[in-house]
């Protein structure tokens, strides 16, 4: 079983609606959670992190974990064409990073 | 400006030709890694560092060395490069040793083995 999971997609939304990306992880001990758009051919780039129970919002992003359920997701509120790109969900724990595969996001005007 | 370099960014190489991958931050980050990124897979931690001379492996080691003698540098050592070792490789560093923060990502090296 993989450390962290998530659908590959592509997941297809038109502009201006909400994007919804979803993420879990197995080892209940993890301490931190992120969130990176990763362009292509480019690095990835951190767009939220969390470490406690709860949804975060900054600006569009709203990140939202539960433990207890071993989740973590990402809501993107009026998607953009420029939202467009690959989003890798990442797990701290003890100090390593485990990384999903990631989730192509379409973003249609 | 605030970042990680890596070099070279693009290297076509031979099979059991040993190379290095530098990496350097000038952030005074204590927390370095290594990743490998290939299709289907996502990102895969090579090795860490949360110190100077201070090295741990990630999840897929084998076939690579680091070192970690200035905060600053840490580069990537592949011995004997194999074609499984063709990948896309980021360098990446972070504020704190421990506690897992943001992470800084160099802008990559594509690797291809022959």
């Known amino acids: 079983q993989k450390e962290v999971e998530q659908n590959s997609g592509p997941l297809s939304v038109p502009e201006g609606a909400i994007a919804s990306l979803n993420c879990t992880y197995s080892?209940?001990?993890?301490?931190?959670f992120f969130w990176y758009r990763q362009y292509s051919g480019k690095s990835p780039e951190l767009i939220m992190f969390?470490?406690?129970?709860g949804d975060k919002e900054d600006g569009r992003f709203t990140a939202q974990l539960n433990k207890a359920s071993q989740y973590v997701s990402l809501l993107i509120r009026d998607s953009q064409p420029s939202d467009s790109a690959t989003y890798l969900c990442?797990?701290?724990?003890?100090?390593?990073?485990?990384f999903g595969s990631g989730t192509k996001l379409n973003v249609k005007p | 400006e605030a970042q990680v370099t890596q070099n070279p960014r693009y290297l076509i190489t031979v099979t059991g030709k040993k190379l290095t991958v530098t990496c350097s931050q000038n952030?005074?980050?204590?927390?370095m890694s290594w990743y490998r990124q290939d299709p289907g897979l996502g990102l895969r931690q090579i090795y860490y560092?949360?110190?100077?001379?201070?090295?741990d492996k990630g999840d897929v080691p084998e076939g690579y060395k680091v070192s970690r003698k200035e905060k600053r540098n840490f580069p990537l050592i592949l011995e004997s490069p194999s074609p499984n070792q063709t990948s896309l490789y980021f360098c990446?560093?972070?504020?704190?040793?421990?506690?897992?923060?943001?992470?800084?990502f160099g802008p990559g090296t594509r690797l291809t083995v022959t």
């Open positions: 969390i470490y406690s129970n």
């Open positions: 952030m005074n980050h204590e927390y």
């Open positions: 080892d209940r001990g993890s301490q931190s």
């Open positions: 990442a797990v701290y724990n003890f100090n390593k990073f485990y």
């Open positions: 560092s949360m110190n100077v001379e201070v090295t």
């Open positions: 990446a560093s972070s504020l704190r040793r421990t506690g897992g923060d943001e992470q800084y």
